[in-house]
């Protein structure tokens, strides 16, 4: 109670604040767990940490090299869109996936 999930105009404020998707990553990014020396400053206090994600068969994947945050924002009745950040790059992306899937959620206070 007292706080949501954030829909995907506020991922964007976000993303805005932070001077943009290209440097938003490393901002966002913790300073330690990320694979291959891929660990971000965190300066925007953000501490995304590289938790990996889960298919909706059950099998988890990614671990260390990706961490994937829902927005509450549907693309259709099966899918939502969601943001990651990758070991391979200092940007948070933003796509779509299957509601079944399971990624992490960063709640924001009402």
Same mark, same amino acid.
């Given at each position: 109670k007292g706080f949501h999930i954030p829909d995907d105009e506020e991922w964007t404020t976000l993303i805005d604040y932070l001077g943009g998707a290209d440097s938003a990553g490393t901002k966002m990014k913790?300073?330690?767990?990320?694979?291959?020396?891929?660990?971000?400053?965190? !300066? !925007?206090? #953000?501490?995304?940490?590289? @938790?990996?994600?889960?298919?909706?068969?059950?099998?988890?994947? @990614?671990?260390?090299? #990706?961490? !994937?945050?829902?927005?509450?924002?549907?693309?259709? !009745?099966?899918g939502a869109w969601y943001r990651y950040l990758s070991a391979t790059e200092g940007r948070l992306n933003r796509t779509f996936s299957d509601k079944r899937d399971g990624f992490s959620v960063r709640c924001i206070k009402d």
């Open positions: 913790s300073t330690q767990g990320w694979n291959d020396e891929a660990n971000g400053n965190n !300066s !925007s206090g #953000f501490t995304g940490l590289p @938790g990996g994600y889960r298919y909706n068969n059950g099998t988890f994947k @990614g671990i260390g090299l #990706f961490g !994937s945050w829902w927005s509450k924002t549907p693309i259709d !009745s099966t």
